[in-house]
């Protein structure tokens, strides 16, 4: 069984169409576990007007990008979980590749064609930016190559995944996910996109760029305390 899960918040211009593109591939008893971050738009009745019984919506009382996708996550049933964003568009065969790979390793991401609002391509992959397509727990601690709507992997994971850290500020979801899967399971990179990555003005980032060094520094510092704690769990 596979269950996407997805944040919300006013996602009204985009949810409907990266719905539809995630549904036509899932099976009858597969789900689209929704945590809406109380959206004040017409996302909440956009996701309802699709009248499908395999979404499944709740709604985040914590406020928060990260804390969104763990009530998400922590709602999922399905052995294998992909993440999944509002604006994007899954290709037709993302569900299948990483589903087959998932049978051998724990973690799975790919590579994401950046595209515009009316998805015409801006000319690279989100690799290509990142300088991505290699694994590895001290290049991501260094510089994280991967993202988070392009991540699946084994529910088993969640052990040591949940609860995420309480400091979303120095340890972003996506971040925490890849340096645990990285750090104590086996993962596999799919250098081929795999989704169109919608960039506009109201995408929500949660990746360092311009920052102190301080701060860069404290966020490792943190990060890996934090993934070497969860030794034992």
């Known amino acids: 069984m596979i269950s ?11 949810i409907k169409d990266q719905l539809l593109s995630i549904l036509k591939q899932i099976g009858s008893k597969d789900e689209i576990i929704i945590s ?7 996302t909440v009745e956009i996701i309802n007007s699709l009248n499908d019984s395999r979404i499944k919506l709740f709604y985040n009382t914590n406020r928060g990008y990260t804390s969104n996708f763990q009530n998400a996550i922590q709602h999922a049933s399905g052995d294998f ?39 015409e391509s801006l000319g690279s992959t989100y690799f290509e930016l990142r ?5 590895g727990f ?12 392009c991540m699946a992997f084994r529910k088993t994971i969640l052990k040591k995944v949940l ?12 971040f925490w996910i890849a340096l645990i899967s990285e750090f ?12 169109l990555y919608r960039r506009h003005g109201e995408n929500v980032s949660t990746h360092i760029s311009s920052t102190t060094l301080f701060f860069k520094i404290q966020f490792r510092i943190y990060s890996l305390f ?8």
Not at 4 to 14: D, I, P, Q
Not at 138 to 149: A, R, S, V
Not at 184 to 195: D, F, I, R, S
């Open 36 to 42: 809406d971050d109380l959206s004040k738009d017409k």
């Open 226 to 233: 934090k993934v070497l704690s969860r030794f034992n769990s």
């Open 131 to 135: 300088g991505g397509g290699t694994n």
């Open 81 to 119: 979980i992909f993440l999944s964003d509002q604006d994007d568009i899954w290709m037709d065969n993302k569900l299948k590749i990483m589903s087959d790979l998932l049978l051998e390793y724990d973690f799975v991401v790919s590579d994401a064609r950046i595209v515009n609002t009316h998805l």
């Open 184 to 195: 104590y399971y086996k993962t596999y990179v799919v250098t081929e996109p795999l989704l």
């Open 4 to 14: 996407v899960c997805m944040a919300t918040y006013n996602g009204e211009k985009y």
């Open 163 to 174: 609860p995420f850290p309480n400091n979303s500020t120095l340890c972003p979801h996506d």
């Open 138 to 149: 001290m290049n991501n601690l260094k510089k994280l190559k991967y993202i988070g709507c």
